[in-house]
């Protein structure tokens, strides 16, 4: 991809979900701090100084939605945030691990569908940005477990950005 289209989608990227951005969708208070946290993920990928908009997300963790907090997780990972932050977030994650008789998932209360989060998606979203931010995660089996209980009739997940996130983890 051409330096200039990725400074450009970068520099969108900054400030697509600002207060005065105007957006196609509708999205949700919710889904709104998940679609900033991915972005400030991204962001911090490509070298972006994530810091004022991570302490915004950071210090309101405990309204975020578990995907935002995941991508805000691995946000922190990639900005070289402090072994103390990191563990906070993956705490936040762990206070909602649900167990089956066999396995382990995400359980998030929120339903968000401009962003297909469900729990198959979410458990994915959590098990990736633990395994990324290198958390210490004895039930990562267990989890990625569960996620192929989720698997429909036809071999898949319930769409492709399920899928996605599925792979991804």
Known sequence: VPQKSLEKAAKWLEGAFNKNATRAYAYSALET???????????????????????????????????????????????HRSAQVKAALAQELFNHIAYTTAAAY??????????????????????????????????????????LTQLNAEGHWNNTSVNAAVFQA
């Open 33 to 79: 701090d998940a679609a900033r946290a991915y972005s400030l993920y991204v962001l911090a990928l490509y070298g972006r100084n994530v810091e004022s908009a991570f302490n915004t997300l950071y210090a309101k963790r405990g309204t975020l939605p578990l995907s935002a907090k995941a991508y805000l997780l691995k946000a922190a990972q990639a900005s």
């Open 106 to 147: 995400f359980d998030e209360p929120e339903t968000m569908p401009w962003l297909h989060m469900d729990n198959t998606k979410v458990t994915a979203l959590c098990l990736d940005a633990l395994l990324y931010a290198k958390a210490d995660f004895a039930d990562a089996f267990k989890t990625a477990s569960w996620l």
